[in-house]
């Protein structure tokens, strides 16, 4: 296969017409009834790139599936390490790197390797909702550090996370860039939370899958910061959301801390497997040779992100978002549109438009819902016209 143009890039984004989306096998186009227009589940609704598609093919048509070796593929483990000196100037040995079916399995060890029943895990709503659920499944007690928008945008709160803190309170999930806000912490923010980390000992699992889809600004890896937060940090980072392959399954736990890493690994034991062959074969494809198609992806979406924008001031102006650093997410706030208290359920009522309910996303979630942008241009405007139709009554 050969590889497009940026041009015939910008017109593949462009191709995901509506009526090609609805004949996909995948959940995001097919949980709603056919009128509506789904931007709710973070997939893109963008072709995966052909150096990956190429990738696949080939390992299929090697005709073995087999189990593949314990640490991956051969290139599976190069191919992260020197992604993540490349993009964030992170250096970490191949060893500290572990290869997991996912994010959220992997958040489940990390949480339960880290803390006992009962402790206090600490989370920064409005966040991505299986947080909360790990927490509550793993029989550990919610602490949140509810995130603060002081007008230009979401900050944390490091003085009240500092004043909250309890002996019992032993991880802090974190999640940057941030979902559903579109956050990308500075360098100083970090720093901020960093301090609070070593001076209560606590653990840290950081999300960091979207790190990837940065506009402005750059990502930081947490465990970068500093040695000794190095040591008490299990990041969680992969492909899926950068390179739309969420339905591969897999996610990569990182941490400069052997035994840290090593803990985590033997409490898991047979509960996690490794993540399937296929999906590394993807993964090294990706980050060998997918870049060209992430940069053009970047353009569209920073596109479509400043079009939400615009169209909501122009037109919708009660309806406020800050625009995302990162992640092709919008953060919707309909508290003042008049769409009653549950807005997304007017919003896919009248407007036909699925969104994510901000409920979801914990303290600080009523009245507001998550757009996903990751959407041909087409899509986005037609969303768009059904959310300033609904907000001005006339749906
Ligand atoms: C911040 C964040 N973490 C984790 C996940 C899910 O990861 P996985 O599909 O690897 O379990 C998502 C999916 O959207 C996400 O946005």
Same mark, same amino acid.
């Given at each position: 296969?050969?590889?497009?143009?940026?041009i015939d890039?910008?017109?593949?984004?462009?191709?995901?017409?509506?009526?090609?989306?609805?004949?996909?096998?995948?959940?995001?186009?097919?949980r709603?009834e056919?009128?509506?227009?789904?931007?709710?589940v973070?997939?893109?609704?963008?072709?995966?790139?052909?150096?990956?598609r190429?990738?696949?093919?080939?390992?299929?048509?090697?005709?073995?599936?087999?189990?593949?070796?314990?640490?991956?593929?051969?290139?599976?483990?190069?191919?992260?390490?020197?992604?993540?000196?490349?993009?964030?100037?992170?250096?970490?040995?191949?060893?500290?790197v572990?290869?997991?079916?996912?994010?959220?399995?992997?958040?489940?060890?990390?949480?339960?390797?880290?803390?006992?029943?009962g402790?206090?895990?600490?989370?920064?709503?409005?966040?991505?909702?299986?947080?909360?659920?790990?927490?509550?499944?793993?029989?550990?007690?919610?602490?949140?550090?509810?995130?603060?928008?002081?007008? +230009?945008? $979401? &900050?944390?709160?490091? %003085?009240? *996370?500092? #004043? !909250?803190?309890?002996?019992?309170?032993?991880?802090?999930?974190?999640?940057?860039?941030?979902?559903?806000?579109?956050?990308?912490?500075?360098?100083a923010?970090?720093?901020?939370?960093?301090?609070?980390?070593?001076?209560?000992?606590?653990?840290?699992?950081?999300d960091?899958?979207h790190?990837?889809?940065?506009?402005?600004?750059?990502?930081?890896?947490?465990?970068?910061?500093?040695?000794?937060?190095?040591q008490r940090?299990?990041?969680l980072?992969g492909?899926t959301?950068?390179?739309?392959?969420?339905?591969?399954?897999?996610?990569?736990?990182?941490?400069?801390?052997?035994?840290?890493?090593?803990?985590?690994?033997d409490?898991?034991?047979?509960?996690?497997?490794?993540?399937?062959?296929?999906?590394?074969?993807a993964?090294? +494809?990706? $980050? &060998?040779?997918?870049? %060209?198609? *992430?940069? #053009? !992806?970047?353009?569209?979406?920073r596109?479509?992100?400043?079009?939400?924008?615009?169209?909501?001031?122009?037109?919708?102006p009660t309806?406020?978002?800050?625009?995302?650093?990162?992640t092709?997410?919008?953060?919707?706030?309909?508290r003042?549109a008049?769409?009653g208290?549950?807005?997304?359920?007017?919003?896919?009522?009248?407007?036909?438009?699925?969104?994510?309910?901000?409920?979801?996303?914990g303290?600080?979630?009523?009245?507001?819902?998550?757009l996903?942008?990751?959407?041909?241009?087409?899509?986005?405007?037609?969303?768009?016209?059904?959310?300033?139709?609904?907000?001005?009554?006339?749906r």
């Amino acid at each position: 296969m050969s590889r497009p143009s940026p041009i015939d890039q910008a017109q593949a984004f462009d191709a995901a017409t509506e009526s090609r989306l609805r004949a996909m096998p995948c959940g995001k186009w097919t949980r709603y009834e056919p009128d509506v227009l789904p931007l709710w589940v973070a997939d893109m609704d963008f072709p995966v790139a052909h150096v990956v598609r190429a990738a696949l093919h080939e390992h299929v048509d090697c005709g073995s599936l087999g189990y593949p070796p314990k640490q991956g593929l051969p290139d599976l483990l190069p191919a992260v390490v020197d992604r993540l000196e490349s993009r964030f100037g992170w250096s970490v040995p191949g060893e500290a790197v572990r290869p997991m079916p996912g994010v959220i399995p992997a958040l489940f060890v990390a949480t339960e390797a880290t803390s006992a029943p009962g402790d206090e895990v600490i989370v920064q709503p409005p966040v991505y909702p299986p947080f909360f659920s790990v927490i509550e499944q793993a029989g550990r007690r919610l602490l949140n550090d509810k995130l603060i928008d002081d007008g +230009a945008g $979401y &900050r944390m709160d490091v %003085a009240a *996370l500092r #004043a !909250a803190i309890t002996p019992a309170t032993r991880t802090l999930i974190f999640c940057n860039p941030h979902n559903p806000t579109g956050r990308v912490f500075s360098r100083a923010e970090l720093e901020a939370l960093a301090e609070v980390v070593l001076e209560h000992r606590l653990w840290v699992i950081s999300d960091e899958l979207h790190a990837d889809l940065v506009y402005d600004g750059q990502h930081l890896p947490f465990a970068s910061l500093d040695t000794e937060l190095s040591q008490r940090t299990l990041t969680l980072y992969g492909p899926t959301k950068a390179f739309n392959l969420a339905g591969l399954r897999i996610a990569f736990m990182i941490s400069e801390n052997p035994a840290l890493l090593a803990h985590v690994v033997d409490r898991a034991g047979h509960r996690m497997p490794g993540a399937n062959v296929l999906a590394q074969a993807a993964t090294i +494809a990706a $980050y &060998r040779g997918g870049d %060209a198609w *992430l940069e #053009a !992806a970047l353009d569209y979406l920073r596109e479509n992100r400043d079009y939400v924008q615009r169209r909501l001031r122009d037109d919708a102006p009660t309806v406020r978002a800050h625009p995302p650093e990162g992640t092709y997410l919008t953060w919707l706030d309909l508290r003042e549109a008049g769409l009653g208290d549950d807005p997304c359920a007017t919003l896919l009522e009248r407007g036909r438009l699925a969104l994510n309910p901000g409920p979801d996303y914990g303290a600080g979630g009523d009245g507001f819902a998550r757009l996903n942008f990751a959407t041909s241009r087409a899509t986005l405007h037609e969303a768009l016209d059904r959310l300033v139709a609904t907000v001005r009554g006339d749906r």
